[in-house]
Every structure is written in structure tokens, then in C-alpha cells.
């Protein structure tokens, strides 16, 4: 059995930031815009399920004050080694996101790209009303779900829970969840009367801001 948590751990276990080649490590463009719209100067920023890092790397670039968290140890040491050899600030933390490890009302804003559609859907609900918790009053959560068809080529490899979400059960993504919302959903989850913006990306992912 390999366990969700296994398979991100795999995922990072082994990158040495220190001979990393960072040159196609980009963060998500709309990302970039939502900040300039949105965040004042210095703002402290989430990066939930931050990964590799490569949305925080931009967002400590920028000025802000940059947490990131995930529950993969193995991207947390990622993270940390490279900021530290970009001589940037940021503090990382393992953690879930349905239990964020931050107090209530502590950040200007908080992301969470490509991650929320790789837990199960209570654990997703969960982590949508923790992110709510973290956030200052009257301010912006920006999420991304992949697009529908994202990993349909494999899913004869993965098991339908009862939630809808596939468990993948072969194979290299072997551990992996993915619950491949319909837009619909994504408004339940999210509660359709907080989404600011819902759009769809180039490549099909969907993007929501959200109080
Ligand atoms: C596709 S990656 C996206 C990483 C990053 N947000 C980015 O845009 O590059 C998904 C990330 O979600 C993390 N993750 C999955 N389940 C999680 C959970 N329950 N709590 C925190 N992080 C989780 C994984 O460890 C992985 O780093």
C-alpha cells in the first residue's frame, strides 16, 4: 500500500536544491497578476501545498512575507535549501491543509495551486474553511483544480472511491489521489457566494478567488 503522503514524499525525496536547474521552475502567471492587484507591499503570504517551492521563490522575490507548508518533509527540505541558496526569506513548516499550522487571521492572503483536487473531498472541505480561519478579515484565497481530463489516459489505475475521487493503485502515479471536479462542485466546495472570480486557464485548470 502507498499512501498519498509516500507518493509526494517520492516526488521530492532525492532534489538537491544546490545543483537544481531552477530555470523552469515558473510560478503560475495569474498568481503574479492576483499580487499586483491585490496584496500591498510586504503582505505575509500562505503558500498551502507549497511543492518545490516555485510559487514562494517568486512571491519572497517580490517582498513578501513568505509560509509555506506541506505535508511532503521531503518538499519542506526542498523549500528551505532553496531559499537558503537564493538568500531569500520564508519560513516552511510540514503540515496539512486541513490542519494549517498557523493561528486564525494570520495571513493577507493565501494560495493554493494544483493541491486542493489531490485530497479526498472531506479533507478538502476541511482545508477550505482552515484557509478561511488563517486569513485576515476581507481577504483573498486563490486556488487552482486541474482540468477534468488530467490523468484520464491512466485512470485504468486507479480505484473510484466513494467520494469520486480516484485512488491510484499502479503504477508510477501508485498513491496518488486525484478528484476530478466539475465546475458545479467546485462552487459547493468553495461556496458559490464567496467566489470573486472563476476562470479557466489555457490548459483547462480552473482558477477561483475566493473570500
Ligand atoms: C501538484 S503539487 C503542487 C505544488 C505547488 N503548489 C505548485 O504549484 O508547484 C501538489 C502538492 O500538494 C501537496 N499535498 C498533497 N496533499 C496535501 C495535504 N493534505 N496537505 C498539505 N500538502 C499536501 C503535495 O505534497 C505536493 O507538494
Known amino acids: 500500500m502507498c499512501s498519498s503522503k509516500q507518493y509526494w514524499e517520492s516526488r521530492f525525496d532525492g532534489l538537491n536544491p544546490e545543483n537544481y536547474d531552477f530555470s523552469q521552475s515558473k510560478p503560475l502567471t495569474e498568481l503574479v ?10 503582505e505575509t503570504v500562505l503558500d498551502l501545498a507549497c511543492g518545490g517551492g516555485r ?23 526542498f523549500c528551505r535549501k532553496r531559499f537558503s541558496r537564493f538568500s531569500l526569506p520564508g519560513v516552511f513548516k510540514v503540515g496539512s491543509m486541513d490542519h494549517i ?35 485576515k478579515p476581507e481577504k483573498l484565497m486563490l486556488l487552482t483544480f486541474d482540468p477534468l481530463d488530467t490523468d484520464q489516459d491512466i485512470a485504468d489505475q486507479a480505484e473510484l472511491l466513494d467520494d469520486r475521487s ?44 475566493s473570500r
Open 33 to 42: 497578476d492576483f499580487c499586483h492587484k491585490h496584496l500591498h507591499p510586504g
Open 101 to 135: 499550522p498557523f493561528p486564525d487571521r494570520s495571513f493577507g492572503a493565501v494560495f493554493c495551486i494544483a493541491a486542493i483536487d489531490h485530497v479526498r473531498y472531506e479533507a478538502a472541505q476541511k482545508a477550505i474553511g482552515e484557509m478561511r480561519r488563517v486569513l
Open 55 to 77: 510559487n514562494s521563490h517568486f512571491l519572497a522575490e517580490s517582498g513578501y512575507q513568505v509560509y509555506g507548508v506541506d505535508f511532503s518533509e521531503s518538499a519542506i527540505e
Open 166 to 209: 480516484l485512488n491510484f493503485i499502479k503504477g508510477e502515479h501508485r498513491g496518488l489521489i486525484f478528484h476530478p471536479y466539475i465546475d458545479n462542485e467546485i462552487r459547493t466546495l468553495v461556496g458559490n457566494d464567496n467566489i470573486t472570480v472563476f476562470e479557466y486557464l489555457e490548459d483547462g485548470s480552473r482558477l477561483v478567488v
